[in-house]
């Protein structure tokens, strides 16, 4: 019985836990296709051993799957019926196109503002495109992330006084992409840090606070 009044609790108009659940349900569909986006991404690559692009693909695909639902279910209870199957082409032509620009402009474009200086933005084009649809996801939210490094060659290691690093992410690997990137995590709160760690595991990937140069959180592709 008490589970049921907790239940009904949660169903009820006046308890703030009804407004506290109608808010976690509104922010979990909002954020859903993203998610999908990307950790469909990191299933294929990683579980699949999907091409990079064709992993984005299929994430992609399951992103415009749910995107084809939420439009009809919104034209469905605005117009009383799910519509014809011209209407329904026409919500999978839209969710295709969405998915396909904000895809798109994910991987190829990034702002001056989120890079360290004008190298690192160009070392964002090496980076593996997963992690740069990612990052430009997360930068969405977070318009203050900086990214202070990502791709290196092994004399970049003597320059910064480090020792060589041969099996470091930071250098091109065998499919001839960079597989980490540093982001600035000196100058924020621990709180916006701790979130910015969370995001990235919860899509996949693997994370490191540390200090080479300067304190920064590294992140690159799972194994």
């Given amino acids: 019985m008490g589970h049921i009044h907790y239940i009904y609790g949660l169903q009820t108009k006046g308890n703030l836990l009804y407004y506290i659940y109608q808010l976690i349900k509104i922010l979990f569909l909002l954020t859903l296709p993203f998610i999908l986006l990307i950790r469909g991404s990191i299933y294929l690559y990683q579980e699949k051993n999907f091409e990079p692009y ?61 890079t360290k200086t004008k190298d690192v933005k ?7 495109p997963i992690l740069r649809l990612s990052l430009s996801t997360l930068i969405h939210i977070d318009k203050d992330l900086i990214v202070t490094d990502a791709a290196r060659k092994i004399s970049d290691y003597d320059d910064m006084g480090l020792s060589r690093n041969t099996r470091s992410k930071h250098l091109k690997q065998s499919d001839g992409y960079v597989h980490a990137v540093d982001l600035r995590t000196k100058g924020r709160s621990e709180y ?11 899509m996949g990937f693997e994370t490191l606070r540390h200090s080479g140069t300067a304190d920064h959180l590294h992140v690159n592709m799972p194994r």
């Fill in 54 to 114: 064709l992993a984005i693909i299929g994430g992609a695909g399951i992103t415009v799957f749910v995107l084809i639902i939420y439009f009809s279910f919104f034209y469905g209870r605005l117009a009383g019926r799910f519509g014809s199957f011209d209407s329904l082409k026409r919500r999978a032509v839209i969710a295709l196109l969405l998915v396909f620009v904000y895809s798109f402009h994910g991987i190829f474009f990034f702002s001056s503002s989120n």
């Fill in 122 to 128: 160009s070392e964002l084009l090496d980076l593996h």
């Fill in 192 to 202: 916006r840090n701790a979130m910015m760690t969370l995001y990235f595991k919860m």
